[in-house]
T-cell receptor, first 114, second 112 residues
Framework: AQSVTQLGSHVSVSEGALVLLRCNYSSSVPPYLFWYVQYPNQGLQLLLK??????LVKGINGFEAEFKKSETSFHLTKPSAHMSDAAEYFCAVSDLRGNTPLVFGKGTRLSVIA | DSGVTQTPKHLITATGQRVTLRCSPRSGDLSVYWYQQSLDQGLQFLIQ???????AKGNILERFSAQQFPDLHSELNLSSLELGDSALYFCASSEQMNTEAFFGQGTRLTVV
């Protein structure tokens, strides 16, 4: 079975500071990994994904994530936080063979302080 | 706009009642997923359909059922509703099995 652990249910950063949201996964097979963002009263929007190939993945809104197999991690970063980045962020895992639906972490709420 | 349409956006109903949530996937997407989002449980996978067939089941109660029709739209039926069923219900779709999923805006169900 696959699972995702997001460390920190709430992260607070100052505007302009580095954003780091942590995600560790468990999977017995090569994983597909995803980050989604949810703004208040909206659905989830795909930020970026890792399937195969380059381990550093760039997404929308200046976010990127690095797949580290040895650490079973897929942390999300952004060099400089904007107020508009305040939202809930979800890490998710599936498997390369497409046999399991996306399994989501519990989410991390990002607050950006002016 | 993800291209996934869910109706209704809001639903308020009484305990014991039955409701139907509807989802139209993105054009060309064959796979439909239903998720329940609540404050205490987070985002829970309920059920998945691919091209009309059930492919995976998650934490879906027996009081809940779903189907995907030949035109690929899907419905989630919730019956004998309880207060604890109050949640956001999301539909998502993907082109193939378990690739990136695109989410609708959700249906907020309130059971009173």
């Amino acid at each position: 079975a696959q699972s995702v652990t997001q460390l920190g249910s709430h992260v607070s950063v100052s505007e302009g500071a580095l954003v780091l949201l942590r995600c560790n996964y468990s999977s017995s097979v090569p994983p597909y990994l995803f980050w989604y963002v949810q703004y208040p009263n909206q659905g989830l929007q795909l930020l970026l994904k890792y399937t195969t190939g380059a381990t550093l993945v760039k997404g929308i809104n200046g976010f990127e994530a690095e797949f580290k197999k040895s650490e079973t991690s897929f942390h999300l970063t952004k060099p400089s936080a904007h107020m508009s980045d305040a939202a809930e962020y979800f890490c998710a895992v599936s498997d390369l063979r497409g046999n399991t639906p996306l399994v989501f972490g519990k989410g991390t709420r990002l607050s950006v302080i002016a | 706009d993800s291209g996934v349409t869910q109706t209704p956006k809001h639903l308020i109903t009484a305990t014991g009642q039955r409701v139907t949530l509807r989802c139209s996937p993105r054009s060309g997407d064959l796979s439909v997923y239903w998720y329940q989002q609540s404050l205490d449980q987070g985002l829970q996978f309920l059920i998945q359909y691919y091209n009309g067939e059930e492919r995976a089941k998650g934490n879906i109660l027996e009081r809940f059922s779903a189907q995907q029709f030949p035109d690929l739209h899907s419905e989630l039926n919730l019956s004998s509703l309880e207060l604890g069923d109050s949640a956001l219900y999301f539909c998502a779709s993907s082109e193939q099995m378990n690739t990136e999923a695109f989410f609708g805006q959700g249906t907020r169900l309130t059971v009173v």
